[in-house]
Structures are given as structure tokens and as C-alpha cells.
């Protein structure tokens, strides 16, 4: 398998700007997170869903946060407009429920926002 | 509010030095604590579940040890290959999700 993928590596963009960031999990894990990791405040849970349905989105920073999954194989996280305190890796996760929370993580996205 | 903090921050050590990293934890009922190793330009790769008081895990150099309010990484006698970020995170019964600390970047100095 070719575990979490993540797209694109880096994103750069000017404040305002929408930045869509895509996951694809590994096949047949049916939970999905989005984390954001930062310097000042560590790993962040954003997000995350079971079986494609969001299940906790209590740690979207405001309403220009937006994350779907439209199917078992890909999630998005939309942030409309952009801005540069959202400069962050932004990291997706997967795991198969009873997998004892070993998460499996992608690379990550280095967003920076100008 | 679950609450995870690891010390020190940062640590450099020179090849071969053992040393231990700490990780302090509040939560409403573990469930499990987790240990990660982050490479530069990485996501966190997974190393050890613990989920009882007085349970070890070993893997080559590194040895983690729980107790009900913080948990230890041992490391012995490091190689540079050791140098990474450590992560630790707790989750709490009702299979909520994880909570990370910050981290301890670690150098080994050949």
C-alpha cells in the first residue's frame, strides 16, 4: 500500500486566496483526520470522520475552515479566503477502527499563506 | 481538558549518551497513551501503544514506561539515525481522538 497521500507537498498563496487540500487514505480505513501542526501550538485535530461522515469538527479554527469526504477514498480541506495565520503543515491521518489509534499519517501540506 | 506536556523541549545528546524523555499527562480516563517518532518533512510514524500503569515496551533503543501521570522514553545508547521529534498523545475511553504534546526534538551527535 501506498499509505496517506497528500496533495499538494507545498502550497503557497497570497492572503484571500481559497487553498484546497486533498487526502487519500489508505484503502479500507474508515476513520480520517485532519490535523494542523505549529510551532507554538503542536498537532491540532481539526477534524475527523468515520466511515465519510464528519463526526467532531470542534477544532475548525472559524467558519473559513470546510473539510468533506465524498467517498471512502478522498477528503478535502477548504480554506476560503486565506490567511497568513493559517500558515501551517496541515497534516491528513487514517486509521481502521480497532486499530488501537495507530494512526497512520501522510506527509503533509507546508502551507504558506503571504 | 485532556492535557498532554513533554520536557525538555529540545535535548542534544553525543552518541552512545542514554537519556530518558518525559511526558506528563492529565486525562478523564486513559485509554491509551501513544508514542511517535517525526522525521524533518515528515508525518508522525507510530512506535508504542501503552495502556496500564507499569507497562514497558521495547523497540531496538527505545524503551517506554507508564505510570498513571506521565510516561518515560528511554533512550540507550543513541545514534544520530535516533535524531527526530518525539511525540506523545493520550486518548481517552470512549475511543476519542488523540491529544499530541508538543514534542521533544532530539539530536544525537556522532
Known amino acids: 500500500d501506498a499509505g496517506v497521500i497528500q496533495s499538494p507537498r507545498h502550497e503557497v498563496t497570497e492572503m484571500g486566496q481559497e487553498v484546497t487540500l486533498r487526502c487519500k487514505p489508505i484503502?479500507?480505513?474508515?476513520?480520517l483526520f485532519w490535523y494542523r501542526q505549529t510551532m507554538m501550538r503542536g498537532l491540532e485535530l481539526l477534524i475527523y470522520?468515520?466511515?465519510?461522515?464528519?463526526?467532531?469538527d470542534s477544532g475548525m479554527p472559524e467558519d473559513r475552515f470546510s473539510a468533506k469526504m465524498p467517498n471512502a477514498s478522498f477528503s478535502t480541506l477548504k480554506i476560503q479566503p486565506s490567511e497568513p495565520r493559517d500558515s501551517a503543515v496541515y497534516f491528513c491521518?487514517?486509521?481502521?477502527?480497532?486499530?488501537?489509534?495507530?494512526?497512520?499519517f501522510g506527509s503533509g501540506t507546508q502551507l504558506s499563506v503571504l | 481538558e485532556d492535557q498532554v506536556t513533554q520536557s525538555p523541549e529540545a535535548l542534544r545528546l553525543q552518541e552512545g549518551e542514554s537519556s530518558s524523555l518525559n511526558c506528563s499527562y492529565t486525562?478523564?480516563?486513559?485509554?491509551?497513551l501513544f508514542w511517535y517518532r517525526q522525521d524533518p518533512g515528515k508525518g508522525p510514524e507510530f512506535l508504542f501503544t501503552l495502556y496500564s500503569a507499569g507497562e514497558e515496551k521495547e523497540k531496538e533503543r527505545l524503551k517506554a514506561t507508564l505510570t498513571k501521570k506521565e510516561s518515560f522514553l528511554h533512550i540507550t545508547a543513541p545514534k544520530p539515525e535516533d535524531s527526530a521529534t518525539y511525540l506523545c498523545?493520550?486518548?481517552?475511553?470512549?475511543?476519542?481522538?488523540?491529544?499530541f504534546g508538543k514534542g521533544t526534538r532530539l539530536s544525537v551527535i556522532a
Open positions: 470522520f468515520n466511515n465519510n461522515v464528519p463526526i467532531d
Open positions: 491521518a487514517s486509521t481502521i477502527q480497532g486499530g488501537g489509534e495507530k494512526l497512520f
Open positions: 484503502s479500507g480505513h474508515d476513520y
Open positions: 486525562v478523564s480516563g486513559l485509554r491509551g
Open positions: 498523545a493520550v486518548q481517552a475511553r470512549g475511543n476519542t481522538p488523540l491529544v
